[in-house]
C-alpha cells in the first residue's frame, strides 16, 4: 500500500501564496504521475495540475502562470507552489499519485491524499 500525506493549506488573502506538500511513503516499487486535484462545495473534483516521473507538466487553464508542480523523487513528494491566488481557488485540494507496490511492479492504481483545505478571502 502507498500512504500519501498532504501539509500546507490554510487560509490567505488575494493576491497571496502557498505552497503544498504531498509525501508518499510505503511499499513504493515505483511512482509514475503525481499531481493535484481540487474540489470546492458544491462542484465536482479537478484536474489542477500533474507531473510524470521526467518531469513533464500539465495545467489546467485556470492556473496557468500562477500554480507549479515539482517533485523530488528521492523524497517520492510532489509540491504544488501556488502565487496569486483569487478567491475562486478556494477548494480542498487533493494529492494524486499512480504507483506501482512492490511485489506488484506492473499493477499501477491510483492514491489520494485525505486533502487539505485551500481558503482564499480577505
Known amino acids: 500500500q502507498v500512504q500519501l500525506v498532504e501539509s500546507g493549506g490554510g487560509l490567505v488573502q488575494p493576491g497571496g501564496s502557498l505552497r503544498l506538500s504531498c509525501a508518499a511513503s510505503?511499499?513504493?516499487?515505483?511512482?509514475?504521475?503525481m499531481g493535484w486535484y481540487r474540489q470546492a462545495p458544491g462542484k465536482e473534483r479537478e484536474l489542477v495540475t500533474t507531473?510524470?516521473?521526467?518531469?513533464?507538466?500539465n495545467y489546467a487553464d485556470s492556473v496557468k502562470g500562477r500554480f507549479t508542480i515539482s517533485r523530488d523523487n528521492a523524497k517520492n513528494t510532489v509540491y504544488l507552489r501556488m502565487n496569486s491566488l483569487k478567491p475562486e481557488d478556494t477548494a480542498v485540494y487533493y494529492c494524486?499519485?499512480?504507483?506501482?507496490?512492490?511485489?506488484?511492479?506492473?499493477?499501477?492504481?491510483?492514491?489520494w491524499g485525505q486533502g487539505t483545505q485551500v481558503t482564499v478571502s480577505s
Open positions: 494524486h499519485v499512480a504507483a506501482a507496490t512492490i511485489g506488484f511492479p506492473s499493477f499501477v492504481r491510483d492514491y
Open positions: 510505503g511499499s513504493i516499487f515505483s511512482i509514475n504521475a
Open positions: 507531473i510524470t516521473s521526467s518531469g513533464t507538466t
